[in-house]
């Protein structure tokens, strides 16, 4: 009597052994284990340095600590400024009405930016612009442009890319008679001008 409560018990129990032994590629592994281990594989990869990594500087945009009223005070002390530019600066007592900060670059190789700094007249005409760079004293003078309504950005070689208006002498404030395009290149410890293009207005 006991042995034939105990065979069906048995019985069971060899049916589930066999079931689980067969399920050797199907079942939760495919639907667990495998998906996991996935992408868990580049990401290891890339941490050893297998996967390509961008340069350190890609995406980042340049910075400089200068401050606006350090470079007035350096341009009032700059002997070399042209006068014109030291008359305007020399007026400054609020540096917003004639300094704008431009873009950073390091036009100069040296690791750290320099800044590119528009010079302008109370109503926002601008004239010139100055490149300065740190210094253990402070920002000084590396560089500066005498242009009507200049634009710099820097080209993808560092270099600086000068736009500037032309104003016949019969044209409105608000309509050059035509544009220039130049490039500007730190070479020799001096920045040089490597290309100029000229276009007429409409």
């Known amino acids: 009597m006991r042995a034939r409560q105990l065979l069906p018990a048995a019985l ?6 066999v079931g689980s032994g067969c399920a050797n590629g199907s079942g939760l592994r495919v639907e667990g284990a495998e998906p996991a281990t996935s992408p868990a594989t580049p990401s290891m990869s890339a941490k050893q ?4 990594t961008p340069a350190p500087s890609a995406g980042k945009v340049a910075t400089s600590d200068i401050t606006l009223p350090e470079v007035r005070d350096s341009l009032r002390a700059d002997p ?16 917003l009405r004639c ?16 800044l590119v700094v528009l010079v ?4 926002n005409f601008v004239f010139g612009a100055v490149l300065m760079a740190d ?6 003078r590396v560089w500066s442009l005498k242009a009507d309504q200049l634009k710099i950005s820097p080209s993808q070689q560092g270099d600086l890319v000068v736009e500037t208006q ?37």
């Open 49 to 52: 340095g297998f996967a390509p």
């Open 166 to 202: 032309i104003f016949a002498l019969t044209d409105r404030p608000c309509c050059p008679s035509g544009s220039r395009v130049e490039v500007y290149r730190w070479a020799d410890g001096r920045m040089t001008k490597v290309s100029s293009t000229d276009q007429k207005g409409d």
């Open 135 to 140: 210094s253990p004293t402070g920002p000084r």
């Open 99 to 114: 300094l704008t900060r431009g873009v950073a670059v390091d036009v100069m190789k040296t690791g750290t930016p320099q």
């Open 12 to 17: 069971a129990l060899a049916v589930l052994v």
């Open 120 to 123: 302008h007249t109370v109503d």
């Open 80 to 95: 070399g400024l042209d006068p014109y530019f030291k008359k305007i600066i020399g007026r400054c007592t609020i540096v």
